[in-house]
């Protein structure tokens, strides 16, 4: 029998790394840091290890497909699949930060939302019976969402939206951005939100797919907001650690076996929001 095995990307530093941390404490089986900077990947092992942790690493950067299907090619020969999948890493510009919007259009959605896509797109189907997925997003998807005209509102709550029609309007806000007119196609100035919205949208998507392909198999998969975390990424006058932005992830990952909810759900200080 094949130790359980979970693999948190963006695992060395932030909200990664205190996932990561909480779930060496928590978690019965193998929890792999990845990161796609190798140095700074073991780095992070190595303090872990100060902490009396022992996680495993594996390079993953997931802008780079290969990178995604060697490690998936990996995970499967070793442990016959994954059992918990935590899709934590992500960007975003500072509010100082004077790279062009359409820069940070592309940019943004690059990761946050296409490369997450290509780590669901490689990695769902490893995900065992039983397995767990969660989507790291924000309460600004939300927020953002709310500012879209109330036809992207109505197709991104949509009960039918498919994946193929999420990924397009991802791809018109990018193109829209670059000529300038998203605003006049009706969307926000926010490229982190959007990305944000897309992926909790992706998650809803995917969470429906499972229920219908995978009927027998108790996947749970859900999108999160950790919260305003004290990050690199967040600033420091944030009000929450690390460590308690991780509670909702972790809670999420750690499912209880036979538990059938929630699913398909944007989840924050571990309430289903509504979206």
């Known amino acids: 029998m094949a130790a359980k095995v979970v693999i948190v990307t963006g695992g060395n530093k932030g909200i990664g790394l205190a996932i990561v941390r909480a779930l060496c404490k928590q978690f019965q089986g193998d929890v792999y840091l990845t990161a796609r900077d190798v140095g700074r990947g073991e780095e992070a092992v190595k303090s872990l290890s100060t902490e009396g942790l022992k996680p495993m690493f594996h390079q993953l950067d997931i802008n780079d497909v290969n990178s995604i299907t060697t490690a998936a090619a990996f ?19 500072k509010m100082a930060d004077t790279a062009p919007f359409a820069v940070q259009a592309e940019v943004t959605l690059k990761t946050n939302f296409f490369a997450t896509r290509d780590m669901l797109t490689h990695f769902l189907p490893l995900i065992k019976a039983g397995g767990r997925v969660v989507n790291v997003s924000s309460f600004v998807g939300s927020r953002t969402l709310n500012q879209c005209s109330p036809a992207l509102q109505q197709r991104f709550r949509s009960e039918d939206i498919t994946e193929e029609e999420l990924v397009g309007l991802m791809e018109q806000f990018v193109e829209k951005a670059k000529k300038g007119e998203h605003k006049d196609a009706g969307w926000p100035e926010t490229a982190y939100g959007v990305s944000k919205t897309g992926l909790t949208t992706l998650t809803m998507i995917q969470a429906r797919r499972l ?26 006058k944030a009000p929450k650690s690390p460590d308690e932005g991780a509670i ?3 809670y999420l990952a750690l ?12 989840v924050s200080d571990k309430e289903v929001q509504p979206w």
Not at 213 to 229: F, S
Not at 255 to 266: R, S
Request: charged letters at 20%.
């Open 248 to 250: 909702t992830p972790v």
């Open 211 to 236: 229920s219908k392909e995978r009927p027998k198999d108790g996947i749970l998969c859900n999108a999160c907001c950790p919260g305003w975390v004290r990050t690199d990424m967040a600033g420091p």
């Open 255 to 266: 499912l209880p076996a036979g538990a059938t909810d929630p699913h398909g759900k944007f």
């Open 75 to 93: 995970f499967k020969q070793k442990y016959g699949g994954v059992d918990v999948l935590v899709n934590n890493a992500g960007i975003a510009f």
